[in-house]
């Protein structure tokens, strides 16, 4: 009996310690709903990735990359089943820095400073078109450059 005890007791503490060393790195802090401030980097991240995905809800696969440009900015393409996703309803898209524009299908952030942080917001119907889902993609670009976001459902 005791010898049970002792390896339950083992294995909740190291589920714990598990849990504690597997935090992640990079961290928002102090982010207002004016969005005139910026997440600042904590002294974790460490230049670990240029990025982070923080919440991706109803999302079945997306990217983040890095393009060859001169300008800071992010594009934002939404995808479904490999085409444009063109079944949106109530899209919402809410940024730190820059300015927003629309060129047909993308969507995109342009004069952003760094860290940009951004919360894309949106109603589509699934593969199937049979259930509608409210799409929620989250995620912090550390360092300037030109950026394109794929997000597809």
């Known amino acids: 009996m005791t010898k049970k005890l002792i390896l339950i007791v083992i294995v909740i503490l190291g589920y714990t310690i598990l849990n504690w060393n597997n935090e992640s790195g990079a961290a928002i802090s102090n982010i207002k709903d004016t969005g005139s401030e910026s997440p600042a980097i904590s002294k974790s991240h460490r230049n670990k990735s240029p990025y982070k995905i923080i919440s991706s809800r109803y999302v079945s696969r997306s990217s983040i990359r890095r393009n060859v440009g001169t300008t800071n900015g992010v594009r934002i393409n939404l995808k479904q089943n490999g085409i444009d996703n063109t079944d949106i309803e109530d899209f919402s898209l809410a940024f730190n820095s820059g300015n927003e524009y629309r060129m047909g ?3 995109g952030i342009e004069n952003s400073s760094f860290p940009l942080y951004v ?7 699934n593969t199937f078109h049979a259930v509608q889902n409210d799409v929620i993609y989250e995620f912090i670009i550390y360092y300037p450059g030109a950026w394109d976001v794929i997000i597809c459902n």
């Open 119 to 125: 919360k894309v917001t949106y109603r589509t119907w």
């Open 105 to 107: 299908n993308t969507v």
